[in-house]
């Protein structure tokens, strides 16, 4: 069956291209692209009013499968991103077991294909069981299909093994994705450390960790000359750092999450455990600086960084919570309420952030809606008022620092390999 999407104004940063069109797919690709297609035996997508979008790409998620199925699993986490508006997410190795071996790598695969809502890739771990000692088989996961690998909740502080690691993952072109911390400086933080942890009472993680680990990451990078990717930037000295590092030719790039983009520590005031992350919230300074890093590419792309825990999990001393907040359906609604209908990003900036720029960044086959690429085709509805309730959300998890705000814009449809996967926010 052909799918047909009329009357939508089509947005595809990768082609220049913003214009009222019709956009008819065929055989899960882009088949034409025209002001006016006349269909016959095709389904119709009525977009009159909406944004036609390549397929949103969350590089940093966490699904829980295997091992905290409690918490989420392929399904939940997957029906969660497509109700969001997402076609496509990379799930993050930190589950039980690890997913540090090619046949673990296969046997994910292998459940993904049964069980997803939307497109997943899977991140490899860098070190055995993440802990940081012994390089996991990257060679063996990225031939069984691992997109690039990380040991995300950790940093891999011992430098001799993240230089060989960077050097390792060079040898076939993989990203070494680093979670930057200083542990033994964030050791017994539980939130940013600044006036709010103070007032508070409770004990704060400094920027200084996240700046120290980035420094040593990128210094590591530049001698091995591989390729490094900074997970969830939140410090205005990282920024700075990256910004300096890319001047001089270091290939580093760099993501920030939804979250850091828009919510201050201010958030946790409360002892509210929703906004319990990691890195931590930080600063209006921080933040700011953060949007100025997506606003100028030192920083390539926007995530989510979707970490569901239960409610069980989260209702307990701030001190004890979990770090992780939920974001993949909350995600683009957050992005355009407060990123682009403040104009901090224009439209085409968001998009490329969401979409065009992890495709480029990681080599997708997708991210843009030229003639026989993939259909994977995000709807936006910019101007949709509605308030976040997270007892409405696909995921497990139902807990969100934006509980009841106030959002203009959502995601009204998404279409993954030519297949209405999404409409008006129910999952099919
Ligand atoms: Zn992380």
Not at 64 to 79: A, F, L, M, Q, V
Not at 92 to 120: H, W, Y
Not at 244 to 250: D, L, N, W
Request: proline content about 3%; glycine content about 10%; some cysteine.
């Amino acid at each position: 069956m052909n799918l047909l999407i009329k009357n939508g104004r089509v947005v595809d940063p990768s082609q220049g291209l913003d214009a009222i069109a019709d956009v008819l797919i065929s055989d899960g690709k882009i088949a034409k692209i025209d002001g006016h297609i006349e269909g016959s035996n095709v389904e119709v997508f009525d977009a009159k009013g909406l944004v036609v979008a390549p397929g949103f790409i969350d590089a940093h998620t966490h699904l829980r499968e295997p091992g905290y199925e409690g918490k989420e699993d392929i399904e939940s986490g997957t029906k969660a991103a497509a109700a969001g508006g997402i076609t496509t997410v990379f799930c993050m190795a930190n589950t039980d077991p690890v997913i540090d071996s090619s046949i673990l790598v296969s046997g994910l695969k292998e459940r993904i294909a049964r069980k997803a809502a939307v497109n997943v890739e899977v991140i490899g771990a860098v070190t055995k069981g993440l802990k940081g000692e012994e390089l996991a088989e990257m060679g063996d996961m990225a031939e069984a299909g691992a997109i690039a690998f990380s040991d995300d909740g950790r940093w891999i502080a011992n430098s001799r093994i993240f230089r060989s690691a960077l050097e390792y993952a060079s040898a076939f072109d993989k990203i070494i994705i680093s979670h930057a911390e200083d542990e033994t400086l964030a050791a017994g933080g539980y939130m940013n450390e600044g006036l709010t942890s103070t007032k508070l009472g409770i004990p704060g993680i400094p920027a200084a960790a996240e700046d120290i680990a980035v420094a040593r990451d990128i210094i590591l990078a530049e001698l091995t000359g591989a390729r490094l990717h900074v997970a969830h930037v939140s410090t205005k000295g990282a920024v700075e750092l990256i910004r300096q590092a890319k001047a001089r030719g270091v290939k580093v790039t760099a993501e920030a999450t939804v979250h850091h983009m828009t919510l201050t520590d201010s958030a946790v005031v409360g002892y509210n455990t929703a906004a319990k992350v990691s890195p931590p919230l930080r600063t209006a300074e921080h933040v700011e600086a953060v949007r100025r890093g997506v606003k100028d590419g030192t920083i390539d792309i926007i995530v989510t960084d979707h970490a569901p825990h239960s409610f069980k999990d989260k209702d307990v001393e701030f001190r004890y919570a979990p770090n992780g907040a939920v974001g993949l359906e909350t995600s683009i609604a957050v992005a355009l309420t407060d990123l682009y209908h403040t104009g901090i990003l224009t439209l085409e900036e968001m998009i490329d952030r969401m979409s065009a720029a992890p495709s480029r960044l990681f080599s997708l086959d997708r991210g843009n809606l030229k003639i026989g690429s993939r259909a994977d085709v995000t709807i936006l509805d910019l101007n949709k008022e509605w308030t976040i309730e997270g007892r409405k959300f696909y995921s497990k998890s139902k807990l969100t620092p934006f509980e009841g705000k106030r959002r203009r814009g959502k995601a009204a449809g998404a279409i993954v390999n030519g297949k209405i996967v999404m409409k008006d926010g129910i999952v099919l």
